[in-house]
């Protein structure tokens, strides 16, 4: 045991390189998929409070079932569905098959996941905005767009921070899950590591370590985002 | 779409929805009764054990479950071998076991969530409850089961609901430490039969059942429990 720590070392006989890389790639996959995630949430928010019935309904139907099914069957299943459907594309239009980088691949099945939850946070946010400011911006003569723009969004934003900060805690730690589906990031890199040095113990203490340390960065920086889009509120509690 | 292969795997998957069944009602069981304390000694314990619970709170919440699972299974585990006589003693046989430590992991992890949940819970209880409770003469464990646990639960039952169904959720989880439960055997059936989507979707809507007989059996708690609030008539 008491070689345990050379085993951290971050040149090869040491394994600390690859768990670094392990965990850049993880905040790689963590960022693209909230992107992702944010984007499909905001129009499904929008859709599903201005949308007529079909969309409505689509909308209802993928939160509901996204949010019903455990991840790592998801992550299965979005994951084959992208490649067949990429490929049976690619080929109409005559090119070659290609399989998909598992960044990318990570990026699209934790983001359509993560989407359907923020859809359900940016909702709730947009129905806290009282109506009369909404009415107020219509009345100045803002135009719809104009109005969501200047006025709704700003003011929902801070509704939906705390909701959103919780998502990006949730996304970093679903990144795991990809490891399962055998992409490379820091869970994977941790369990190689811990298979090829017999070590497993102290792998995954230091895997445990770097992913409390994400959590807890990130929550100072959530903390600082909130107080900056906070500001000109009354205080609350 | 081809279903041959459902009869033939259908006892199996009965097996792995029990599985799954008795991970979830053991985690949430061991977990709940260690999420109280955990919770309770946030708000009136001394502040080595405040600390304790605390860090144990956000190490919990602040890591995956697979790398908690994966710690406790691979990590632990590979721990006990080097212990002398241990491979003699009683205990060997649930030490070998994959079930234990999935129900151990999941259980802290229960305990982590709710602990934090219970924390806000207990606070939330207004004080002259309690101090009623202790002027009619009610020894401090009594005040506890009687009036503090009842009312905080009562408050932040829909949240510990919603926690149990992403509980639920995790559960496949386990399926990668050999703990064959419904997902478990759906990956089986993929490697039988080498379908891909059938098996996933199958087990997806397994979940999907048992996402909606939870949610109706929470919100049928909810309905029975008493919801008298001063001043809101």
Redesign the interface.
Known sequence: MENAFEYLAFSPPGWGGNLLRGLLSTIQIALGAYALGLMLGMGGALGKIYGGPVLRWTLEIYTTLIRAVPELVLILLLYYLGTDLLNTMLEKFGYERMDIDGLWAGIYVIGFVQGAYSTEVFRGAFNAVPSGQIEAARAVGMSSIKAHTRVVIPAMLPFALPGLANLWLITTKDTALLAVVGFSELALETKQAAGATKAYFMFYMAAAFLYLMLTIVSNFVFSYIERYYRRGQPVQG | MEWYWLPEYLPKFAEGLWLTIQLLVLAITFGMAMAIPIGLVQVTGPRPLAWLAKGFC??I????????L??IY??????FPSIPGIRESMLWPLLRDAFPYAVVAFSLSVAGYEGEVLRGAFRGVPKGELEAARAIGMSPLKVLFRVWLPRALQNVFPTIAGEFILT??????AA?ITVFEV?GI?TIVRQETYR??EP??F??AI??CL??VLVLFFRYLESRMPRRMAGAG
């Not at chain 2, 602040?62 to 908690?68: D, E, K, N, V």
């Not at chain 2, 691979?74 to 721990?79: A, F, K, M, N, R």
Request: glycine letters at 14%; hydrophobic letters at 45%; charged letters at 5%.
């Open positions: 956000i190490s919440r602040g890591t995956p479950l697979l790398i908690q994966w710690l691979y990590g632990v585990g590979s721990l639920l959720k995790a559960t496949p989880l990668t997902y759906g891909i989507y996933l979707l087990v997806a979940y999907l996402t909606g």
